[in-house]
């Protein structure tokens, strides 16, 4: 049982360059979330996918993009790096069923990425 | 003032010893979690709860709603359990909010 895939595990970038991380989930969950992590602050979010075909900016979204391909899939773009986007990336998936699936959050393991 | 405080921040302490992290939170909640952060990286999900305690293993959270206040405890720490573990919960549009995290190292 796979959970949430994301890939890569980890990037390099030049400032300028483009990137899509990519996360897959294999539990028909509904929602999906893309998180940012940096030293000293908590996981803030990117952007969010409810359910198929919607995307919802969250607290960060400035510089990303999202496309949520199908229930399983929710990727994130970076049009054009910058070194503020240094972070450790996160995916994240959320069902709807009965109460306690419909609050907790499956996590992938991350994507390190530097833009230099 | 962020809506989700933990404290301490880090914390080391021997193998055996009892361990509380705390949590404070701010803001009107549905849940809130406890979430394990291990150096590989990777968050799991440890406990959810709106109210009172749970317990799994050497590990027990408590959660006081009127407070606003959750602690984790570790009963017997081991090496093992060190890792980052972060408080979050669960606002409007069951959109997680999270603090920080808690360091946590344990030795021999």
Redesign the interface.
């Known amino acids: 049982n796979a959970g949430v895939t994301q890939t890569p595990k980890f990037q390099v970038l030049k400032t300028g360059q483009s990137m899509t991380l990519q996360c897959a989930q294999d539990m028909n969950h509904n ?1 999906m ?1 893309w998180y940012r992590q940096d030293p ?6 990117i952007y ?1 996918s409810a359910s198929e075909g919607t995307t919802d900016k ?1 607290e960060v979204p400035n510089g990303y993009n999202v496309s949520r391909l199908n229930k399983r899939e929710f990727s994130l773009r970076l049009e054009s790096a910058a070194p503020s986007q240094t972070s ?1 990336y ?1 995916c994240a998936s ?1 069902g709807s069923g009965a109460w ?1 699936d ?9 994507t ?1 990425l530097s833009v230099l | 003032k962020n809506e989700v405080e933990q404290s301490p921040q880090n914390l080391t302490a021997q193998e055996g010893e009892f361990i509380t992290i705390n949590c404070s939170y701010s803001v009107g909640i549905s849940a809130l979690h406890w979430l394990q952060q291990h150096p590989g990286g990777g968050i799991v999900s440890l406990f959810m709860l709106s109210s009172g305690k749970k317990k799994h293993g050497r590990l027990i959270a408590t959660i006081n709603i009127q407070e606003k206040h959750s602690s984790l405890h570790i009963t017997a720490s081991h090496p093992r359990d060190s890792a980052v573990y972060i408080c979050a919960v669960t606002g409007t549009a069951s959109k997680l909010t999270f603090g920080t995290g808690t360091r946590l190292q344990v030795t021999l």
């Open positions: 929602s979330y000293g602050m908590g996981l803030r979010l969010y969250g450790v996160f959320r306690l419909k609050n907790i959050q499956y996590f992938g393991a991350g390190r």
